[in-house]
């Protein structure tokens, strides 16, 4: 294991420096060239479409996360809008008194992993590192990023105003996925005798389906999820991530007159040291970072699109019924879910990630004694990113007149229509969102580092050495992922996310029934805390 990491990191550093000394495009090329040949067909399968007309298909993936979504709305009830206030409550505070509960039954389910006690979290008395609302921070920042910025601004580009509706519909019957795969993420975790919390799908999957005497499918789907989450947060969740902040902040801020002009790398390792100096610190220093930038970012941008909306205010019902009236013609309805899935979620590991399985193991880290108040928090997830963030970018786009639609653009030129939109209310806000955009990679970054770490110490072990070996990669990358153009690597990596939900997808299903039992117990809770 040791031999093959430092292999790696020989071959990163060995590519740098002969980048330095070579034609750094040539071999961008190249590396790019060779690695799409060899992982193209991984790619096509992961993201092949159903053919809806001639010349509009949906990936298939996407159909099992919108399956999902809706299945698990219809079997737990429609608690995506019937516990929308008690998710609110447990963030607010409203619910902790129930977490000193000394009288605390322990769960039904007996977790016995190698000789560990049962039920770890209540038996060790350990009840996790981060409080509701850190774990809500972590998890959005990973989630909040390029999607919310430039894949709204595509999406509308090929699906006109009325992809809109049907992104706010896909945002709410994501909160029920969200609030099933967290859950599962609380109810089956690991604390070492440090008190670091081990949790997500990995964890479900491998002790959930034992349970259900299905030991050898659990491990595989374990060891495939980790797998992938691996990849995925070397690419997309980090190289993708620097690559899109530094082309940005050389647009936007006129770098190409100044000394940082062509220099990705310089860049990278600026944003390699500061993710490096948070990552270390593991999810209590990540949460503490995150739960003062994501309130911050979503505070500074939402207050711009507020006012470009309120400036342009007599316009509003013209955008309202442009969005419904186009989300039921050809163009809104085939436009519409294609654009946002394919291009929005996408380039944003489908933006909230409802159903990938990646925001568990954020949440698997909160303080409580009941899993099932941390998948009603998680349920909040979809609603604040798609719901609310990308519905007011959207608006903003359609009535400050920046939508084309036919156009085929780029995420950067996503990013610098919505930039020019909240320009036209306030002059100097492009400079503020390129912060913007900068501060949602490296709050990304830090919070997939964290996810692939999880994993990559399932994989491999928990181990220190282990744990520095995956955070140096994790922070070469950065620097790559600033310098070098490898879009087959970014494209591979998406394809590692979105593979992500398969063996997830299958947990979900086979352990919702364990998630029914939780809810319960915490409902339960809740009504008797209330009526004394």
């Not at 970072?289 to 509003?316: F, G, H, Q």
């Not at 994790?474 to 992500?500: E, H, P, Q, R």
């Amino acid at each position: 294991m040791k031999k093959i990491v430092l292999m790696c990191i020989s071959f990163f550093a060995y590519t740098y420096a002969t980048a330095q000394e070579t034609n750094l495009g040539s071999i961008d090329q190249q590396v790019n060239d060779n690695f799409k040949n060899a992982t193209d067909w991984f790619v096509d399968a992961i993201l092949a479409e159903i053919p809806i007309t001639s010349q509009v298909g949906i990936p298939w993936v996407l159909v099992v996360l919108l399956f999902g979504a809706s299945y698990f709305t219809i079997y737990f009830k429609g608690i995506n809008f019937g516990n929308f206030w008690t998710s609110i409550n447990i963030v607010r505070g409203k619910y902790d008194d129930l977490e000193s509960s000394s009288d605390l039954e322990v769960s039904e389910a007996v977790h016995t992993i190698e000789g560990d006690q049962p039920d770890t979290v209540r038996v060790e008395g350990k009840d996790g590192e981060v409080s509701h609302f850190q774990a809500l921070t972590a998890a959005l920042s990973a989630t909040v990023g390029l999607g919310n910025v430039a894949g709204v601004a595509i999406a509308l580009s090929i699906g006109g105003a009325g992809a809109t509706f049907w992104m706010i519909l896909v945002g709410l019957l994501g909160m029920a996925s969200k609030f099933v795969e967290c859950t599962l993420g609380v109810a089956y975790r690991e604390i070492d005798e440090n008190g670091t919390v081990y949790g997500g799908p990995m964890y479900y999957l491998s002790k959930g389906l034992k349970e259900k005497g299905l030991t050898t499918l659990g491990k595989i789907l374990a060891v495939i999820f980790a797998i992938m989450c691996v990849g995925g947060s070397f690419g997309g969740g980090n190289m993708f991530q620097a690559n899109q902040a530094f082309k940005l902040f050389e647009h936007v801020t006129g770098a190409e007159n100044s000394f940082i002009y062509g220099k990705g790398w310089l860049f990278g390792l600026v944003m390699a040291i500061f993710v490096g100096i948070v990552i270390i610190g593991g999810i209590k220093k990540i949460a503490k970072v995150t739960d003062k930038i994501v309130p911050s970012m979503v505070v500074v941008y939402v207050l711009a699109v507020i006012t470009v909306i309120t400036i342009n205010y007599e316009i509003i019902p013209d955008a309202i019924y442009a969005i419904v009236n186009g989300a039921f013609s050809a163009e809104g309805v085939t436009g519409g879910i294609v654009g946002v899935m394919i291009q929005g979620f996408r380039r944003a590991a489908f933006s909230n990630e409802a159903g990938i399985g990646s925001a568990s193991i954020a949440h698997a880290a909160v303080k409580t004694k009941y899993a099932a108040s941390e998948g009603l928090v998680a349920l909040l997830e979809p609603f604040i990113d798609t719901v609310v963030i990308c519905t007011m970018t959207a608006i903003v786009l359609i009535i400050t007149g920046q939508i084309q639609v036919g156009a085929q653009i780029s995420d950067e030129q996503g990013v610098l229509l919505t930039a020019k939109a909240l320009e036209s209310g306030i002059s100097w806000f492009p400079y503020i969102l390129s912060l913007a955009v900068i501060l949602f990679a490296f709050s990304s970054m830090i919070s997939w580092s964290y996810y692939g770490y999880q994993a990559w110490s399932y994989l491999f072990g928990r181990k220190k050495y282990v744990e520095y070996i995956y955070k140096s990669i994790f922070c070469i990358c950065v620097i790559i992922g600033s310098a070098a153009s490898l879009t087959a690597v970014t494209d591979f990596s998406d394809a590692m996310i979105f593979s992500m939900l398969v063996p997830n997808m299958i947990g979900l299903f086979l352990l919702a029934p364990r998630v029914a039992k939780e809810l319960k117990k915490y409902k339960q809770a809740i009504s008797q805390n209330e009526f004394v």
